[in-house]
């Protein structure tokens, strides 16, 4: 591959395929390249920096870490938590979700230096290569899409090896697994996930278990965002989100296994941790069952299991999105109160919750117990109509 243009943008993260592309589209191409890396709040201060330091060892021109974790959750996360979307009923979509802001972060910077490619370094068998690329065709049209690790087909031996033949300084060890962090939750893929039986090994999960006494856990919502961590207000959800992700992260909460559909077609398994999403999710949801009436319920289910697809496969620009988001933000004017949940060793149980809006009010009566607003004969006369239309079927099909 050889081109007369030179300046290349790569979203870079820091794991191997991206650092062998910085390296090889360096040295292979002699391309001037620029490293962008899409921050959703994965990362430390300390490790931004030896990304930094490491993108210096590959010839980089100019290295940006673009914080986007604020846009991040006003545009994406707050619909996830409203719609208590979960891929296949397990996947909080961690990794799904943010690579679309990241594309688009990336996207606008490549167009700020003037950049004739962008690079990424998603392989040619999973779901990435179709985000990046997606949102780069409509977002960079311009600049041409360069993709080493797809296009040689390279394992990771094989890159691991380049870099170390080039004198590169870095974790190999760590870099076996492919780990993809931010503030919605992590991803881990090896090895292990390319099967259909074996478990990710605990050293494998980059958050271990440090406690083992259970603890309780008390999450405030207001109109169905986060508002409040065990009665203490937060400036803004993020900081709910870190507090919760480290409440459950010390029980190993939010570990798990997803298998789904790629948007090639395949079957995929990857290994998760999620503390904050899945406890966020369950007590968001279970809030709304007290909250909302039968047909919001159902309605909003439909919607956000189409809302979690698209988004997983890459339509976040679709128009579509902002409706559902539109109808998701309107459904939870009533989604007030807290709930309560108890955290032990790798599992939360959430055991109630509290609110105003509360449509378990015992004005009518209570299930099971005593009936208010109803008597013995309005049962009767109601069961009567009720059963008119089944009986008309039985009786003309002489069942």
Same mark, same amino acid.
């Given at each position: 591959?050889?081109?007369?243009?030179?300046?290349?943008?790569?979203?870079?993260?820091?794991?191997?395929?991206?650092?062998?592309?910085?390296?090889?589209?360096?040295?292979?191409?002699?391309?001037?390249?620029?490293?962008?890396?899409?921050?959703?709040?994965?990362?430390?201060?300390?490790?931004?920096?030896?990304?930094?330091?490491?993108?210096?060892?590959?010839?980089?021109?100019?290295?940006?870490?673009?914080?986007?974790?604020?846009?991040?959750?006003?545009?994406?996360?707050?619909?996830?938590?409203?719609?208590?979307?979960?891929?296949?009923?397990?996947?909080?979509?961690?990794?799904?979700?943010?690579?679309?802001?990241?594309?688009?972060?990336?996207?606008?910077?490549?167009?700020?230096?003037?950049?004739?490619?962008?690079?990424?370094?998603?392989?040619?068998?999973?779901?990435?290569?179709?985000?990046?690329?997606?949102?780069?065709?409509?977002? %960079?049209?311009?600049?041409? $899409? &360069?993709?080493?690790?797809?296009? #040689? /087909?390279?394992?990771?031996? =094989?890159?691991? *090896?380049?870099?170390?033949?080039?004198?590169?300084?870095?974790?190999?060890?760590?870099?076996?697994?492919?780990?993809?962090?931010?503030?919605?939750?992590?991803?881990?893929?090896?090895?292990?996930?390319?099967?259909?039986?074996?478990?990710?090994?605990?050293?494998?999960?980059?958050?271990?278990?440090?406690?083992?006494?259970?603890?309780?856990?008390?999450?405030?919502?207001?109109?169905?965002?986060?508002?409040?961590?065990?009665?203490?207000?937060?400036?803004?959800?993020?900081?709910?989100?870190?507090?919760?992700?480290?409440?459950?992260?010390?029980?190993?909460?939010?570990?798990?296994?997803?298998?789904?559909?790629?948007?090639?077609?395949?079957?995929?398994?990857?290994?998760?941790?999620? %503390?904050?999403?899945?406890? $966020? &999710?369950?007590?968001?949801?279970? #809030? /709304?069952?007290?909250?909302? =009436?039968?047909? *919001?319920?159902?309605?909003?289910?439909?919607?956000?299991?189409?809302?979690?697809?698209?988004?997983?496969?890459?339509?976040?620009?679709?128009?579509?999105?902002?409706?559902?988001?539109?109808?998701?933000?309107?459904?939870?004017?009533?989604?007030?109160?807290?709930?309560?949940?108890?955290?032990?060793?790798?599992?939360?149980?959430?055991?109630?919750?509290?609110?105003?809006?509360?449509?378990?009010?015992?004005?009518?009566?209570?299930?099971?117990?005593?009936?208010?607003?109803?008597?013995?004969?309005?049962?009767?006369?109601?069961?009567?109509?009720?059963?008119?239309?089944?009986?008309?079927?039985?009786?003309?099909?002489?069942?």
């Amino acid at each position: 591959m050889t081109t007369d243009k030179k300046k290349v943008v790569l979203a870079y993260s820091g794991g191997l395929d991206t650092t062998y592309c910085a390296l090889y589209l360096s040295k292979e191409l002699g391309m001037d390249v620029y490293t962008a890396l899409g921050n959703t709040g994965g990362f430390s201060d300390e490790e931004l920096a030896e990304i930094e330091d490491r993108t210096k060892q590959l010839g980089v021109i100019e290295h940006v870490s673009l914080d986007i974790t604020k846009e991040y959750y006003e545009k994406c996360i707050k619909y996830m938590i409203m719609g208590n979307v979960l891929k296949n009923n397990t996947y909080p979509l961690s990794v799904s979700s943010e690579r679309a802001f990241q594309a688009m972060a990336i996207a606008q910077y490549a167009h700020s230096i003037n950049a004739d490619y962008i690079a990424h370094g998603s392989t040619g068998a999973g779901n990435d290569q179709i985000r990046f690329d997606l949102i780069f065709k409509i977002m %960079a049209p311009n600049a041409e $899409i &360069i993709t080493p690790t797809r296009d #040689l /087909e390279l394992s990771r031996e =094989t890159e691991i *090896q380049y870099l170390k033949d080039h004198g590169i300084d870095a974790n190999f060890e760590k870099m076996k697994y492919s780990i993809n962090a931010g503030i919605w939750g992590t991803s881990i893929g090896g090895k292990e996930t390319l099967t259909s039986s074996q478990p990710l090994p605990e050293e494998a999960y980059p958050k271990q278990v440090v406690k083992t006494e259970p603890e309780k856990l008390s999450i405030e919502f207001k109109e169905g965002e986060l508002v409040a961590v065990n009665g203490e207000n937060v400036a803004h959800a993020l900081e709910a989100i870190q507090k919760i992700e480290a409440a459950g992260a010390a029980f190993g909460i939010g570990r798990d296994m997803h298998v789904g559909d790629t948007i090639i077609g395949t079957k995929g398994r990857v290994a998760f941790e999620a %503390a904050a999403p899945l406890m $966020i &999710i369950k007590a968001h949801e279970t #809030l /709304e069952k007290h909250t909302l =009436t039968k047909w *919001q319920m159902y309605w909003k289910e439909q919607i956000s299991n189409f809302y979690g697809m698209l988004l997983h496969e890459a339509q976040y620009l679709e128009p579509v999105m902002r409706n559902m988001e539109t109808f998701l933000v309107d459904s939870q004017k009533n989604v007030n109160g807290t709930v309560f949940i108890k955290m032990s060793p790798e599992q939360f149980l959430v055991e109630g919750i509290e609110s105003p809006n509360d449509l378990m009010s015992d004005l009518f009566g209570q299930y099971g117990e005593s009936n208010e607003g109803w008597t013995a004969d309005d049962v009767k006369g109601f069961t009567n109509i009720l059963a008119n239309s089944l009986k008309i079927y039985h009786t003309v099909n002489n069942q």
